[in-house]
């Protein structure tokens, strides 16, 4: 189909259907949209956009080029030339502030010969698309961008502006991508809410399970342990030797647990997990809640979901170790690296000395790597409109699933417009959990997503941004 027929098509605005109670919305030739969709789809696929070593502006083009032909205002701004950030915006009425969308259109890297189909190819077989970005995040790229197009075409009153930022440098270089546009240009994405990566639908055998809303995150940091001592021959063992001494450091912070601590996500969180769950799992999912009976579920956690032990608390994880240089010296030092992911209220500096009490050895010295270190914020609302909106779409989008609000224990460039006050919200299309150990998820050598879910979640992306920014809602 050519893009002026999927145009014509997109533009037939035969009558007006609600999607939401007291608004009114022109009806959309959704068979059209999923065209242009996966149009748009497989050319943003098709750009090598991985970072290292970055190279995001023929993505950027495109995606500067759609908007404006559309007559979207489009603005480009970048602090490398060959790394742009592209911001749109459409007008609204000024009744609310803005509603930012925000993406990122560089991906991880790619080994080609581990790849069943070439990972900049796009190609569509058995009902998925597979591609380098597929699942992370050119979905939420063309979802966003849809959503723009629809906006416009459709004449939609806003009571928000709607801005896009499809920006630069997320997977490793947030001083081109987000820190540059939120020190330099945040004036062209002030928002009040913001709707991005971070979240999903979870099915399970095909069906809806749940959809998860990111609205929370842990914040990364370094802390780094180095062990001296005096050097040696290999031959005559010391007590003092630094790699004992970083072992026994490392095996203490390893076997340390930081206090538990819920907020208002992660008590929701599993307050509705268990809603959901078995009979068996229920009842330890709402034992969380219990400060008398948290310790046994942490220990099952910790055992046998991992992921639920670190959404309780600040978590440690040794990572890295160095030491020696040849079999029969003693080296004079040793070195391990911490990945530290903290509560995003936790205080750093008390908490690099806890680490410090716990390593109990004035032979090994604790302190904070260099790091990028995303900057913490307040706590995401879920009495807020979007947060409404978001379950109000999954319920009707998604069979009526549960929506459970999330603190990630990764981290997102959500970070930095929550540091600023924004409040944001990680929404993400439905992907199979049994695709994650199939090497078939986001960073995995086969990503890859299912066609009906990416144009559900267009679906989906539109509806909510029409509830929130749309006039009268």
Partial sequence: MTRMRLLLAVLLLVIASPIHPGAQAPAIDWAAVEAETMQHFQALLRFDTTDPPGREVEAATYLKGVLEREGIPTTVVSKEDHRPNVIARLKGSGAKRPLLLMAHTDTVNVDPAKWT?????????????????????????????????????????????????????????????????????????????????????????????????????????????????????????????????????????????????????????????????????????????????????????????????????????????????????????????LDVRMLPDEDPQAFLQKVRDVVNDPAVEVSFGVRNIRPGGPLTRLDAEPFRALEQAVREHYDGAVTLPTMSTGATDMAYLRAKGMQCYGIGPAVDLEDEPKGFAAHSDQERILEVELNRFVRFHWDVVARVAGAGH
């Fill in 117 to 337: 189909h070439p990972p900049f190819a796009a190609v569509r077989e058995g009902g998925y698309v597979y591609g380098r970005g597929t699942l992370d995040d050119k979905d939420n790229v063309v979802a966003a961008l849809m959503t723009m197009l629809l906006l416009k075409r459709t004449g939609l009153p806003l009571d928000r502006d709607v801005i896009f930022l499809a920006e630069a440098g997320e997977e490793g270089s947030t001083q081109i991508g987000i820190q540059f546009v939120v020190n330099e240009h945040y004036d062209l994405i002030d928002a009040e809410y913001c709707l991005a990566e971070g979240g999903r639908v979870a099915r399970q055998d095909g069906a809806v399970a749940f959809a998860s809303v990111q609205t929370l995150e842990k914040i990364p940091h370094r802390i780094e342990l180095v062990a001296t001592g005096p050097a040696g021959h290999g031959s005559v063992p010391l007590r003092t030797n630094a790699v004992v001494r970083l072992a026994k450091a490392v095996a203490a912070v390893a076997d340390w647990k930081p206090e538990i601590r819920l907020n208002e996500t992660t008590s929701t969180y599993f307050e509705r997990l268990a809603q959901i769950s078995s009979a068996e799992a229920a009842p330890r999912y709402l034992s969380v809640l219990n400060p008398a009976t948290v310790a046994d579920a942490d220990e099952y956690f910790l055992e046998h979901e991992p992921r639920h032990a670190s959404m309780l608390r600040t978590s440690v994880s040794p990572n890295i170790s160095n030491a020696g240089y040849r079999i029969n010296v003693i080296p004079s030092d040793a070195r391990a690296s």
